[in-house]
T-cell receptor
Framework: GNSVTQMEGPVTLSEEAFLTINCTYT??????LFWYVQYPGEGLQLLLK?????DKGSNKGFEATYRKETTSFHLEKGSVQVSDSAVYFC????????????????FGKGTKLSVIP | GAVVSQHPSWVICKSGTSVKIECRSL??????MFWYRQFPKQSLMLMAT?????????EQGVEKDKFLINHASLTLSTLTVTSAHPEDSSFYIC?????????????FGSGTQLSVL
């Protein structure tokens, strides 16, 4: 079945440090890949996504590239800010599904990021 | 942007009682809603998919008689944990699919932490 593995946290960085959160996946076919972010007290929000191999998703300075050869979708940011402190979830949709099934997400366990001034 | 309100954010109850969790889409019509559960240090796991006006579709291993889902309107879905036991203690989160704009997206509630004593 489908699964997502992401690095365990918590991750603590100083402001302006470089961030990498690793994510690898197991899936049949060609899933779409996502990073969601959950700020304290809020719901998950879509951060970025990629729908096919070699696509790069980017938003708010974060980037992730869909690497089919390594089945990875690592999240990176060149210079983190205190406001980036949150829990980050890597996820995929079930490849080949249509209709409501294409919105059923398989999540990783989440990685808590704390950025200190 | 679209907002999904989930209530309550946390609840403590006695073993054997029932708990209802509400998930509302505040500014869009949610034709489909999803309910997830996350145990400590585990991934968010899909429990069920509900479509407005029809019975929910439960994932394998999720007891439909224990986790009652009602999606009676396009803006409200409820999850009732019946006869809750300590092993039901978990983080429950809903998501709603905005199918009204043509740019269909998923929006998440902020989650409910259930503790059963």
């Amino acid at each position: 079945g489908n699964s997502v593995t992401q690095m365990e946290g918590p991750v603590t960085l100083s402001e302006e440090a470089f961030l990498t959160i690793n994510c690898t996946y197991t899936a049949t076919g060609y899933p779409s890949l996502f990073w969601y972010v959950q700020y304290p007290g809020e719901g998950l929000q879509l951060l970025l996504k990629a729908t096919k191999a070699d696509d790069k998703g980017s938003n708010k300075g974060f980037e992730a590239t869909y690497r089919k050869e390594t089945t990875s979708f690592h999240l990176e940011k060149g210079s983190v800010q205190v406001s980036d402190s949150a829990v980050y979830f890597c996820a995929l949709t079930h490849a080949g599904d249509s209709g409501a099934g294409s919105y059923q997400l398989t999540f990783g366990k989440g990685t808590k990021l704390s950025v200190i001034p | 942007g679209a907002v999904v309100s989930q209530h309550p954010s946390w609840v403590i109850c006695k073993s054997g009682t029932s708990v209802k969790i509400e998930c509302r889409s505040l500014d869009f019509q949610a034709t489909t809603m999803f309910w997830y559960r996350q145990f400590p240090k585990q991934s968010l796991m899909l429990m069920a998919t509900s479509n407005e006006g029809s019975k929910a579709t439960y994932e394998q291993g999720v007891e439909k008689d224990k986790f009652l889902i009602n999606h009676a309107s396009l803006t409200l879905s409820t999850l009732t944990v019946t006869s809750a036991h300590p092993e039901d203690s978990s983080f429950y989160i809903c998501s709603a699919r905005d199918g009204g704009t043509g740019d269909e997206k998923l929006f998440f509630g902020s989650g409910t932490q259930l503790s059963v004593l």
